[in-house]
């Protein structure tokens, strides 16, 4: 029986509900799972298949240890100090990542030249890794594994740096270079080839013939960026000086030898540097020490000269004390001088250290000042000895000095051994950093169940389509059945369409009703020839009009199937296909859709000439006929109106099936004369305001609807709405 809701239900009924319904979306997710499950399974697939196909990648680490400048030798602590200088970690790791370091690296081991075999798309790298043992072989020019290629000089123009050249193997010891199909040159295993600015010597060569090589020859600031890509750097610790190197890659050896000569080149660089600045100052001494060597014998000489000329060779305790303070100050000041040559180095004149050094020399150049005075209140003789033994010993003990600090500064320079120090050299990893195999299944897998939940809950809210008998009774329209969607039905139009043409128009039909009377479906349509048959009891005549608000909504197969069913229970049925457009249900049938209901109208054939047969007893049909130029207008003649009266009054039951209201006006034609007129619409496809619309556009015709049919309806988990079967056979015994 139809379900209606009364207008107060309505009414208390809420318009809009925010609320999120957990179980209407957990039965989303169970109506969906078979989507759920594929799309899982198709991403787990492309998990594993890119966890087995991808080409390892290792890792090499190295550890280096940077210290503070320390004094190693005894008493050359304040030498030392001046070139002690503690380095900051963040420093040294710009300087492993320098060109300066990275660039001897590339040109020690000629990372600018490029070159590896050509692999098929996706599966070439696994293949080599399998062949990497065999003898080597091509297909189409691409490696299979095995091959192998030493390159010793390469060279080309600056507008071919950076660009791949193909080189083919044409025989054992012969290859061909070219560029986009281009020769550029040919040459020999082992010999020098070149030609258009290109130097090309490949030194080994063993691959089969017709292999492609790709060989690339980059800059080396190209080179050396690639390394630093590649070239991880990290402090172990908080200001340990302990620096972790690593290195990744495809080849282990390669990316071995690469950190080797990272940390060996860094190494040496930072030895380079702090023996460069003893050297300096040890230039600057030797430099210094003939000139001095040249005032001290200068001023011996004058002093010889003197005493001779005066016969004294004894000064004054005044005098010898004066001597001693002058000579003090003189060997201050020429310390403070080498100082600042030293310092000259590290710092500018701003600098505090530079600036304390310029007032030392001030404080000592003012005491040495002070002394002229007592010196000037000396007999003359003394004065003279005073200034030329002065001469004599300042010249010495500077002179003693200087060649003091130059031994110092010359052990300092062979023992200098950096503040940087290897502590453990690059060595493998002992598995592929990557891909981690496991992690990657795991990750596409629930990459896959996400996405696949993401899209049956985004399919489930861009759907607008009625799914629940409430939904349309809310809106004021009675749902006079609820029809599951039948599994058969599918099965049976294809074993239909399989049959031969002329076997299918002589009783080759694919009516559910006859052949799984026992369906859920046809269940569903027994129920409905109930509910009409006390929805008809005030009709004005026994004319049922089915149609519908859009095409595919299966008001066809329902109305067929219905008129059968109907049929079977002793009812004479008359069953017309009123869609003249595009009516297809005399396939259901097996029969031609020729001499029909448009045949008729149009006066080419008789009304008794137009009902055929059916393979039901007291069900006929008419076909619709040719497709007429005019559907409406035959539907509005007198012609159809008399024979719809004939067969009311000939038939128990009078069933026509119309187009979509929304596509044509002609169910509003049908509807006028027919006593019943139901709509079908289709579970999650129809929407509502699609149907509310299609009701207006009835009514504007003068057309009441009088129910309304949910067709297909689902196994669903959403609003509690499950069908139910049970087989309830007859025993005898």
């Known amino acids: 029986m139809p379900t209606n809701v009364s207008a107060d239900d309505r009414q208390t009924r809420p318009?809009?509900?925010?609320?999120?319904?957990?179980?209407?979306?957990?039965?989303?997710?169970?109506?969906?799972?078979?989507?759920?499950?594929?799309?899982?399974?198709?991403?787990?697939?492309?998990?594993?298949?890119?966890?087995?196909?991808a080409?390892?990648?290792?890792?090499?680490?190295?550890?280096?240890?940077?210290?503070?400048?320390?004094?190693?030798?005894?008493?050359?602590?304040?030498?030392?100090?001046?070139?002690?200088?503690?380095?900051?970690?963040?420093?040294?790791?710009?300087?492993?990542?320098?060109?300066?370091?990275?660039?001897?690296?590339?040109?020690?081991?000629?990372?600018?030249?490029q070159v590896a075999p050509v692999r098929?798309?996706?599966?070439?790298?696994?293949?080599?890794?399998?062949?990497?043992?065999?003898?080597?072989?091509?297909?189409?020019?691409?490696?299979?594994?095995?091959?192998?290629?030493?390159?010793g000089e390469f060279s080309v123009p600056k507008g071919l740096l950076g660009k791949p050249l193909d080189l083919t193997v044409e025989t054992a010891d012969r290859y061909r270079l070219t560029l986009d199909g281009e020769t550029l040159l040919t040459g020999t295993v082992g010999k020098r080839a070149q030609g258009k600015g290109i130097r090309l010597t490949v030194t080994a060569l063993n691959a089969a013939d017709g292999t492609v090589f790709k060989l690339v020859k980059r800059s080396r600031n190209a080179a050396v960026n690639d390394i630093r890509a590649d070239l991880g750097i990290s402090e172990r610790g908080s200001n340990s000086g302990i620096l972790a190197l690593s290195f990744k890659g495809e080849d282990p050896e390669a990316i071995r030898a690469t950190l080797d000569r990272i940390a060996d080149y860094?190494?040496?660089?930072?030895?380079?540097?702090?023996?460069?600045?003893?050297?300096?100052?040890?230039?600057?001494?030797?430099?210094?020490?003939?000139?001095?060597?040249?005032?001290?014998?200068?001023?011996?000489?004058?002093?010889?000269?003197?005493?001779?000329?005066?016969?004294?060779?004894?000064?004054?305790?005044?005098?010898?004390?004066?001597?001693?303070?002058v000579v003090e100050y003189e060997k201050r000041l020429n310390d403070l001088n080498i100082k600042e040559t030293e310092i000259q180095q590290l710092y500018t004149k701003s600098h505090p250290l530079y600036q304390a050094l310029?007032?030392?020399?001030?404080?000592?150049?003012?005491?040495?000042?002070?002394?002229?005075?007592?010196?000037?209140?000396?007999?003359?003789?003394?004065?003279?000895?005073?200034?030329?033994?002065?001469?004599?010993?300042?010249?010495?003990?500077?002179?003693?000095?200087?060649?003091n600090r130059a031994q110092e500064l010359s052990i300092v320079e062979a023992s200098t051994v950096g503040t940087v120090r290897i502590i453990d050299k690059a060595a493998l990893a002992p598995a592929p950093i990557a891909p981690k195999k496991a992690l990657i299944v795991v990750l596409a897998t629930l990459l896959g169940g996400m996405l696949s939940v993401m899209l049956v809950l985004v399919r489930a809210?861009?759907?607008?389509?009625?799914?629940?008998?409430?939904?349309?009774?809310?809106?004021?329209?009675?749902?006079?059945?609820?029809?599951?969607?039948?599994?058969?039905?599918?099965?049976?139009?294809?074993?239909?369409?399989?049959?031969?043409?002329?076997q299918r128009l002589n009783g080759g039909h694919a009516l559910l009703a006859v052949e799984h009377p026992a369906d859920l479906t046809i269940e569903a349509l027994r129920s409905l020839r109930t509910s009409l048959h006390f929805a008809m009891l005030e009709a004005r005549n026994n004319i049922i009009m089915f149609s519908g608000?859009?095409?595919?909504?299966?008001?066809?197969?329902?109305?067929?199937?219905?008129?059968?069913?109907?049929?079977?229970?002793?009812?004479?049925?008359?069953?017309?296909?009123?869609?003249?457009?595009?009516?297809?249900?005399?396939?259901?049938?097996?029969?031609?859709?020729?001499?029909?209901?448009?045949?008729h109208l149009a006066g080419k054939v008789e009304r008794e000439d137009a009902i055929h047969r059916t393979v039901v007893d007291n069900l006929h049909f008419m076909p619709r006929g040719q497709v007429p130029p005019n559907p409406a207008e035959l539907l509005m003649l007198p012609k159809f109106t008399a024979l719809m009266t004939w067969a009311s009054e000939n038939y128990d039951m009078v069933i026509i099936d119309t187009p979509p209201i929304l596509a044509v006006t002609d169910p509003g034609i049908?509807?006028?004369?027919?006593?019943?007129?139901?709509?079908?619409?289709?579970?999650?496809?129809?929407?509502?305001?699609?149907?509310?619309?299609?009701?207006?556009?009835?009514?504007?015709?003068?057309?009441?609807?009088?129910?309304?049919?949910?067709?297909?309806?689902?196994?669903?988990?959403?609003?509690?709405?499950?069908?139910?079967?049970?087989?309830?056979?007859?025993?005898?015994?």
Do not use: C
Not at 138 to 148: A, P
């Open 15 to 53: 318009m809009d509900n925010d609320e999120i319904d957990l179980g209407q979306l957990f039965g989303h997710l169970l109506d969906g799972w078979k989507t759920i499950a594929i799309i899982t399974a198709i991403f787990a697939v492309f998990g594993i298949a890119y966890a087995v196909l």
């Open 55 to 113: 080409t390892p990648k290792y890792q090499a680490d190295a550890l280096i240890q940077v210290e503070p400048k320390s004094s190693g030798i005894p008493g050359l602590s304040e030498v030392s100090e001046m070139f002690a200088a503690e380095s900051q970690s963040v420093t040294e790791i710009e300087l492993i990542k320098s060109r300066m370091v990275l660039g001897q690296v590339v040109d020690a081991l000629d990372l600018t030249t």
């Open 120 to 151: 098929l798309p996706v599966i070439g790298n696994f293949l080599a890794r399998r062949n990497q043992e065999s003898r080597p072989s091509q297909l189409l020019g691409y490696g299979l594994g095995g091959e192998s290629i030493q390159v």
């Open 266 to 325: 860094y190494l040496l660089q930072n030895i380079n540097r702090m023996s460069a600045q003893a050297a300096n100052s040890l230039d600057f001494l030797d430099q210094s020490l003939p000139k001095v060597k040249e005032e001290l014998e200068a001023a011996e000489a004058a002093l010889n000269e003197y005493q001779s000329q005066v016969r004294t060779v004894d000064m004054s305790l005044e005098t010898e004390a004066i001597l001693k303070q």
């Open 358 to 403: 310029i007032k030392q020399r001030q404080t000592l150049e003012s005491q040495k000042q002070e002394l002229t005075g007592q010196i000037e209140g000396l007999p003359g003789v003394q004065q003279t000895l005073l200034g030329l033994r002065r001469d004599v010993e300042v010249a010495q003990t500077i002179y003693v000095q200087l060649l």
């Open 461 to 502: 809210m861009l759907n607008r389509g009625v799914e629940t008998p409430e939904e349309l009774e809310a809106a004021g329209l009675s749902v006079y059945a609820t029809v599951p969607k039948s599994e058969y039905e599918s099965k049976l139009e294809a074993e239909q369409r399989k049959l031969p043409l002329k």
């Open 549 to 599: 608000p859009a095409p595919s909504v299966g008001k066809s197969f329902i109305s067929a199937n219905l008129a059968a069913v109907m049929a079977q229970a002793g009812q004479r049925v008359m069953l017309i296909d009123g869609d003249l457009r595009r009516g297809y249900m005399q396939r259901v049938f097996g029969l031609a859709w020729d001499n029909g209901l448009s045949d």
């Open 670 to 733: 049908v509807g006028t004369i027919a006593g019943t007129s139901i709509m079908v619409v289709k579970h999650q496809t129809t929407a509502l305001k699609e149907i509310e619309y299609s009701v207006k556009r009835f009514a504007a015709s003068g057309v009441k609807i009088k129910g309304v049919i949910l067709n297909q309806q689902e196994k669903s988990r959403v609003g509690g709405y499950q069908y139910y079967q049970y087989d309830y056979e007859r025993h005898t015994g």
